[in-house]
């Protein structure tokens, strides 16, 4: 009895070690594939100005959501993952390209603004929808929805009144630019259900889903920092005729520019707590594991 128990215990922890194996594998994969685009991209695809940091956020953003993809292939499993922050990126993602491929007053000035940029945004809808499919269908079985009980809807609505009344003019459109800023203010509050979910279940959190907070919070980087530097460009009145950079009006009421910095930096502290036990875990190469959330 006990040469079989050890036969099958080591049948076990074989079977572990192949999975973990090929999940190296694919992520070592996808983030090689990731750097080869980007160096693709920015010698022949780009003009490399700084704009090109906002196609650098989508692509990041998406290389997340293959990770968990990339999750859930291998483990079978959607356990851990919160269906309702993909909900929200899935809206999300559709108003902004709904703005994005119409108007170009939200898109990078340099050549990855034509197509490039928006690849981004559509490949990430693409696996938002198909881990949503998973998760409600063929792996319907592992979906925990006890744990994952932050509701957001009662936002939406809020986040709409907002975004026609709080917006910028980039667009020359009431409507794209709204919608554009509809899709900022729900983003804002996408990721809290994840984040409440691994909070709330605690201990150790499975690698490739670490992966996908931290890689979409280094998106928001990304996207912050693009911001940060053309965020003026929204004021009313803003004029840079020879489009030297230096404006020969700053404009007025800026309330889009502001909205646009105060919500990407809310995202970035949103995430700041989860990014800490990451890099924590790094630093001390050991497994990253979370405080348990009482409640």
Same mark, same amino acid.
């Given at each position: 009895?006990?040469?079989?128990?050890?036969?099958?215990?080591?049948?076990?922890?074989?079977?572990?070690?192949?999975?973990?194996?090929?999940?190296?594998?694919?992520?070592?994969?996808?983030?090689?594939?990731?750097?080869?685009?980007?160096?693709?991209?920015?010698?022949?695809?780009?003009?490399?100005?700084? @704009?090109? +940091? *906002?196609?650098?956020? &989508?692509? #990041?953003?998406? /290389?997340?959501?293959?990770?968990? $993809? %990339? =999750?859930?292939?291998?483990?079978?499993?959607?356990?851990?993952?919160? @269906?309702? +922050? *993909?909900?929200?990126? &899935?809206? #999300?993602?559709? /108003?902004?390209?709904?703005?994005? $491929? %119409? =108007?170009?007053?939200?898109?990078?000035?340099?050549?990855?603004?034509?197509?490039?940029?928006?690849?981004?945004?559509?490949?990430?809808?693409? /696996?938002?929808?198909?881990?949503?499919?998973?998760?409600?269908?063929?792996?319907?079985?592992?979906?925990?929805?006890?744990?994952?009980?932050?509701?957001?809807?009662?936002?939406?609505?809020?986040?709409?009144?907002?975004?026609?009344?709080?917006?910028?003019?980039?667009?020359?459109?009431?409507?794209?630019?709204?919608?554009?800023?509809?899709?900022?203010?729900?983003?804002?509050?996408?990721?809290?259900?994840?984040?409440?979910?691994?909070?709330?279940?605690?201990?150790?959190?499975?690698?490739?889903?670490?992966?996908?907070?931290?890689?979409?919070?280094?998106?928001?980087?990304?996207?912050?920092?693009?911001?940060?530097?053309?965020?003026?460009?929204?004021?009313?009145?803003?004029?840079?005729?020879?489009?030297?950079?230096?404006?020969?009006?700053?404009?007025?009421?800026?309330?889009?520019?502001?909205?646009?910095?105060?919500?990407?930096?809310?995202?970035?502290?949103?995430?700041?707590?989860?990014?800490?036990?990451?890099?924590?875990?790094?630093?001390?190469?050991?497994?990253?594991?979370?405080?348990?959330?009482?409640?």
């Amino acid at each position: 009895m006990g040469t079989m128990d050890l036969f099958h215990g080591g049948g076990k922890d074989k079977a572990l070690c192949s999975l973990q194996t090929g999940e190296n594998a694919a992520l070592a994969t996808a983030y090689a594939s990731f750097i080869v685009t980007f160096c693709f991209t920015a010698y022949h695809l780009s003009d490399r100005d700084f @704009s090109t +940091t *906002l196609t650098i956020s &989508t692509g #990041v953003q998406s /290389l997340g959501f293959l990770m968990l $993809m %990339t =999750k859930v292939k291998w483990s079978q499993s959607v356990a851990g993952i919160s @269906s309702k +922050t *993909l909900e929200m990126y &899935t809206i #999300v993602l559709f /108003l902004r390209l709904c703005s994005t $491929m %119409t =108007k170009r007053g939200y898109t990078p000035v340099d050549r990855t603004g034509d197509h490039v940029y928006h690849l981004g945004d559509i490949a990430s809808l693409f /696996l938002c929808l198909n881990l949503l499919y998973k998760m409600h269908r063929s792996l319907a079985h592992t979906y925990d929805k006890t744990q994952d009980t932050f509701n957001i809807a009662p936002c939406i609505l809020p986040a709409a009144l907002l975004a026609m009344v709080c917006h910028g003019h980039l667009n020359g459109s009431f409507f794209f630019d709204t919608l554009w800023f509809f899709s900022l203010y729900l983003e804002t509050i996408a990721m809290l259900p994840q984040l409440f979910m691994l909070t709330k279940l605690g201990g150790e959190v499975e690698g490739m889903t670490s992966h996908f907070v931290v890689l979409v919070c280094a998106a928001k980087c990304f996207a912050w920092a693009f911001w940060f530097v053309g965020y003026p460009e929204l004021a009313e009145g803003y004029v840079d005729a020879d489009d030297d950079g230096i404006p020969e009006d700053w404009g007025h009421s800026n309330y889009g520019g502001y909205a646009i910095i105060l919500c990407y930096s809310i995202q970035l502290l949103g995430s700041g707590d989860f990014v800490y036990y990451y890099m924590k875990s790094v630093v001390t190469q050991t497994s990253m594991s979370l405080p348990e959330l009482e409640v």
